[in-house]
């Protein structure tokens, strides 16, 4: 149980990090400290059972189980150096933080330090392979966030970091669900001994190719190595923790983890050794350019991944156990440096080596802890960089292949080996060396240095001490090797081809810094020919460009060109369809009556109007003959209730276009003659293709099975005789319901639309000026008729829809209809009103259109009473005067329908009629002062 | 026959209005489409039975198909309800109804030109 202990401790540390920092500020750093040392010697307490190579403690939980993925921890030897690096350096990157950083608020940078802490655990212990790739990529977003909190200037390399390690996660997910797929389990234990390594080379090499992309994004392997230099924008605390012992850490730990399946494979080998030196080499030669201690340090890092990336790549045990101490020795050193060198920054003010000299004199503490820690990565006894170091050069004369690779691969390890010698002596003379010119410098508070001198020191006991080391390396070889093996890091190995290279590394290392004068003009130039984030800003810059391209395929602003698409693509459709030939039945009676002819005349008479008309008015009128046209066809096709609700909604239509059509110019837009033939032909080829399939696919069979239902059963199940009606109010309630509501919204939408935009003003007709004077001039004069003929027919049409409402159940009508014809009514009395400001019908429209679907809920709701939602509850009310009423709740949601339609019409026209401000209907709200303020733009 | 050839007319004057320059042209072409389709829904009942299917008045074996006329009864509402928001559209706005895109537009404006 220590395990999920330890992780949902840290994790719950993260999210105590920002409530601590509210009472310590940057202090907050020494309780983490303590936390998470007091949780590595948690994880201590399981260290001697893994050590001993009695088993590896593990955890299993359930996550996925439908598809196998489980929770699982495994806590082996390869872990456990990993989990000891992520919390002990992680224990003294806090505690140092609590001094770095200036008094102040610094929450966000403990929760997020514990939190990758919590994710690179994770990732480390993790043994199921989506698990790891969580954890993966939870580390990724973390430093994204690190870097990118150091201010404005850190924004492009935090998402250049981000953009290639997330690459590097999907080269990972890809392995992953490779893997997954092949050997049908995602338990990393066992995937790693599955015989499809070795039997399906195509798969081993494919997941090879991927883990490999993975771990060198992460771990900065050319040439994806620009990114850490890159982001050393971020603050000394996280280059430390992150770029130096942790983060970049994960592909290693990765490489090694993959090790016992893939290190006997050929693509493995050298890409791991190749690219490894390549990098070891060049980091190390663009650390010698560097003048800014923090970039020299982050391509020393960049060198000594590859060393570490190479020396997995040779795969033997003595390499493994060389990884092993060196991975060690680095997180030390490494990290000691960076923290050192943010002590120099603080105190001096600067990190470029141009500018300090001579520290040594003010800052003796600083000086030697830098100097122990730089003489570890230089390689020189006793420290512990110099075993590794010199256990590294042993294995790599042992490299796989033919016998020269050996002697090869050596001789450029030891050329990297010197490289590392010289920038370390660079580091620590350019800061410490020299002349002192900055007297006035103090050494720092010992709580500053204190994290930086434990670790340093540890670089030099370690070394002393390395055979107490060789349990934890036996146990990693093992581990990443597969075979148990004796591990004899030691000091003094005797003479030994090893010790000879390190004896050539220190003397023409020392020969090197001797001549620095000559070496630094012999480096001061370009030593590549681009720069990796120039690489990388032109990439990005391409592929943003490219799809700008593509989708410029695409791109207008012309609803036009969009709107011809479906249309295209319906014609190709049908005319692929109608090459193909199609099986055309019978009518199982005429279909069509001769006074049909009238009807397809009229219609084809209002097309070419509308059309044809430059004028708005004159397309509106020809659309309404269209619309009043088809509400005779439904007519004629036995759908009176169909053909009233066509007939209403034309009188509407007409009726709002008119009040937005005197807001705009009298005629269209000119269109060219090109734009116009080609909208024919769409036209054309659209109307024939849609005639021949009505004709060919449609109404050639009897009538439906559900059409028979509703037919016979539909007075039975409902007691009404108007079919449609029923349909709607009772048996396809629901779909009513949801009409209902989208009419609503579109209610909604039209005030949301208008309280953001202003309507454009009316125009003054021109052609009234002939008529000054006369009665038609004034507004209320020429209403006159109107006036007095709506004073009487108002309530007539509001009686004629309620009676309208209440037989729908029975006779054409219903909540539609009936609603209509309501708005019908306003609509008169809206037009006769003599001025915009009195027409305005007074009712509350948002409240009625809510209250007309809130009905319809509620009687879906009392349909519970009948055992569902929109049942229908029928009542026989007995009457006082003898006789019952028969009572549906149909009728009930037929009002909901009728309240929702009203509010949508009177919506419109309130709306859209105003010539300023919002409508009294409307009540006191945000929406009014709005619009009011929308109305006053237009005046100006 | 009769009711396919509306159909036909209808889907070309609304896919011509559609395609054309200005929000109103935009907006009756969807009205005519809405048309079109109502009438298709209508016709995929059948036109050959053509009486009202109100039970008290009309026999079960030669009222119409009940259900396309639910449909299209509700279809029409909303197709009311979006043209009235079409419409909205083409009221707000600087200066008129213009569709006509912005300068990046390649092609439309050579055939403005023509």
Redesign the interface.
């Known amino acids: 149980m220590v395990l999920p202990l330890v992780l949902a401790a840290l994790t719950a540390l993260a999210l105590a990090a920002p409530l601590l920092d509210r009472f310590l500020g940057r202090s907050t750093g020494w309780p983490l400290a303590a936390a998470f040392l007091g949780l590595a010697a948690l994880v201590a307490t399981r260290a001697p059972e893994v050590l001993s190579g009695a088993g590896a403690p593990s955890f299993d939980a359930p996550w996925m189980p439908a598809v196998g993925v489980g929770f699982h921890l495994r806590l082996d030897g390869l872990a456990l150096l990993f989990v000891s690096l992520v919390l002990v350096v992680g224990a003294l990157v806090m505690a140092y933080s609590a001094s770095y950083f200036s008094h102040g608020r610094h929450g966000d940078f403990y929760l997020l330090m514990t939190l990758f802490a919590a994710a690179m655990f994770g990732l480390v212990l993790a043994d199921d392979v989506v698990l790891l790739f969580v954890f993966w990529e939870i580390t990724t977003i973390c430093s994204f966030f690190l870097i990118g909190r150091s201010g404005l200037s850190a924004s492009r390399p935090a998402v250049r970091t981000l953009i290639l390690t997330a690459a590097g996660g999907l080269a990972l997910l890809t392995a992953v669900v490779l893997m997954w797929v092949t050997t049908g389990t995602t338990r990393l234990s066992v995937i790693l001994e599955h015989s499809a390594w070795t039997d399906d080379p195509a798969f081993a090499t494919a997941v090879a190719v991927l883990v490999i992309l993975a771990a060198f994004t992460k771990s900065a392997q050319f040439p994806f190595h620009y990114w850490l230099p890159d982001a050393m924008a971020a603050s000394t605390p996280v280059s430390a923790y992150l770029h130096a012992a942790a983060m970049v850490k994960a592909g290693i730990y990765l490489l090694m983890r993959f090790s016992p399946a893939l290190a006997d494979h050929a693509v493995w080998q050298t890409a791991l050794i190749g690219f490894g030196l390549v990098t070891a080499v060049l980091g190390a030669l663009f650390a010698l350019q560097r003048h800014d201690l923090k970039e020299l340090l982050a391509y020393s890092t960049v060198s000594q991944l590859g060393f570490l990336v190479a020396i997995i790549g040779v795969g033997t045990p003595a390499a493994m156990a060389a990884a092993t101490a060196h991975t060690l020795a680095h997180a030390l050193f490494k990290a000691t440096l960076f923290m050192l060198v943010g002590v120099v920054d603080r105190e001096a003010g600067s990190r470029d080596i141009r500018k300090l000299t001579g520290l040594r004199r003010v800052m003796p503490v600083t000086a030697t802890l830098t100097g122990l820690a730089a003489l570890s990565m230089a390689g020189v006894p006793p420290l512990l960089g110099f075993v590794s170091k010199e256990s590294m050069f042993g294995a790599f004369l042992d490299a796989p292949g033919p016998g020269w690779v050996g002697p090869v691969v050596g001789g450029v390890a030891v050329v990297g080996a010197i490289l590392t010698f010289a920038y370390s002596f660079r580091l620590v003379y350019g800061a410490f060396g020299g002349p002192t010119e900055q007297s006035h410098l103090r050494e720092p508070k010992a709580a500053f240095l204190f994290p930086a001198a434990v670790a340093s020191v540890a670089g030099l006991v370690l070394g002393l001490v390395v055979p107490l080391l060789n349990p934890l390396v036996d146990r990693v070889v093992t581990d990443t090797w597969g075979l148990v093996h004796d591990s004899d890091l030691a000091l003094w190995h005797g003479f030994s081809t090893a010790l000879g290279m390190s004896v050539v590394v220190l003397g023409a290392g020392t020969v090197l810094f001797l001549r620095r004068a000559w070496l630094d003009r012999v480096l001061d130039r370009s030593l590549f020919p681009v720069r990796g984030t120039e690489v990388f800003e032109r990439l990005y810059r391409g592929t943003i460009a490219l799809g700008a391209r593509v989708g410029d395929l695409t791109?207008?602003?012309?609803?036009?060109?969009h709107?011809?698409m479906p249309?295209v693509l319906l014609a190709v459709l049908a005319s692929v369809a109608l090459s193909a030939g199609l099986a055309v039945g019978d009518?199982?009676?005429?279909?069509?009556?001769p006074m049909?002819?009238v009807?397809?005349a009229l219609?084809?008479a209002s097309?070419?109007g509308?059309?044809v008309a430059r004028s708005?008015l004159a397309?509106?009128g020809s659309?309404g003959v269209?619309?009043f046209t088809?509400a005779l066809?439904?007519f004629?096709?036995?759908?009176?209730?169909?053909g009233l609700?066509?007939l209403l909604?034309e009188v509407?239509?007409v009726v709002?276009?008119v009040?937005?059509?005197r807001?705009?110019?009298r005629s269209?837009?000119p269109?060219?003659?090109?734009?116009r033939a080609?909208?024919?032909v769409?036209?054309?080829v659209?109307?024939?293709v849609?005639?021949?399939a009505?004709?060919t696919m449609?109404?050639r069979?009897?009538?439906?099975p559900?059409?028979?239902y509703?037919?016979?059963e539909?007075?039975n199940e409902t007691g009404g005789?108007?079919?449609?009606n029923t349909?709607?109010v009772d048996f396809?309630a629901l779909?009513?319901l949801g009409?209902l509501t989208?009419?609503g919204i579109?209610?909604l939408?039209?005030v949301a639309?208008?309280n953001a935009?202003?309507?454009?003003p009316n125009r003054q007709p021109t052609a009234i000026h002939r008529f000054a004077g006369s009665p038609i001039d004034s507004p209320t004069d020429a209403t006159i008729l109107f006036r007095t003929v709506g004073r009487w027919l108002a309530p007539l049409v509001i009686l004629l829809s309620a009676y309208l409402l209440l037989r729908g159940h029975?006779?054409?009508g219903g909540g539609?209809i009936s609603a209509?014809v309501g708005g019908a009514g306003f609509a008169l009395a809206y037009l006769s009103a003599p001025s915009s400001d009195r027409a305005p019908i007074r009712w509350p429209y948002i409240a009625l259109i809510a209250s007309g679907v809130g009905v319809a809920v509620l009687t879906g709701v009392a349909g519970y009473l009948e055992g569902s939602f929109l049942r229908p509850v029928h009542l026989d009310i007995p009457l006082p005067w003898g006789g019952e009423y028969h009572f549906t709740s149909a009728l009930v949601f037929d009002v909901g329908v009728y309240l929702a339609?009203i509010g949508?019409v009177v919506t419109?026209l309130n709306?859209?009629g105003g010539d300023s401000g919002p409508p009294g209907g409307m009540p006191r709200s945000r929406g009014a002062s709005r619009s009011g303020r929308s109305a006053g733009k237009e005046t100006r | 026959?009769?009711?396919?050839?509306?159909?036909?007319?209808?889907?070309?004057?609304g896919?011509?209005?559609?395609?054309?320059?200005?929000m109103?042209?935009?907006?009756?072409g969807f009205?005519?489409l809405g048309?079109?389709v109502?009438?298709?829904l209508?016709?995929?009942?059948?036109?050959?039975?053509?009486?009202?299917?109100?039970?008290?008045e009309t026999d079960?074996s030669v009222?119409?198909?009940?259900?396309p006329?639910?449909f299209?009864?509700?279809a029409?509402?909303?197709?009311?309800?979006?043209?009235?928001?079409m419409?909205?559209?083409?009221?707000?706005?600087k200066?008129?109804?213009?569709?006509?895109?912005?300068p990046?537009?390649s092609g439309?404006k050579?055939?403005?030109?023509?």
């Open positions: 791109r207008s602003d012309s609803p036009a060109q709107l011809a249309f009518f199982p009676a005429p279909v069509s009556r049909d002819w009807l397809v219609i084809a097309v070419l509308a059309v708005r397309a509106l659309i269209g619309g088809v066809w439904f004629t096709l036995g759908a009176p209730d169909v609700t066509q909604v509407l239509t709002v276009a009040l937005v059509l807001r705009l110019p269209f837009h269109t060219g003659r090109v734009r080609a909208a024919a769409l036209a054309i659209a109307g024939g849609a005639a021949l009505t004709y449609t109404g069979r009897e009538l439906s559900a059409a028979d509703f037919l016979t539909a007075e005789t108007n079919v449609v349909i709607l396809r779909d009513t009409e989208v009419l579109a209610g939408v039209i639309v208008l935009n202003g309507l454009l029975y006779e054409p539609f209509l339609v949508v419109a709306r859209l | 026959m009769t009711l396919a050839i509306s159909v036909g007319l209808l889907v070309a004057g896919v011509y209005l559609v395609v054309q320059r200005g109103v042209r935009i907006t009756f009205v005519l048309h079109a109502n009438l298709l209508v016709s995929g009942g059948g036109a050959f039975r053509r009486e009202a299917p109100l039970m008290s079960a009222a119409a198909d009940p259900l006329q639910a299209v009864l509700t029409i509402v909303i197709a009311f309800a979006i043209t009235v928001y419409l909205t559209l083409a009221g707000v706005g200066r008129d109804d213009d569709t006509r895109g912005g990046a537009v439309e050579d055939e403005e030109k023509a």
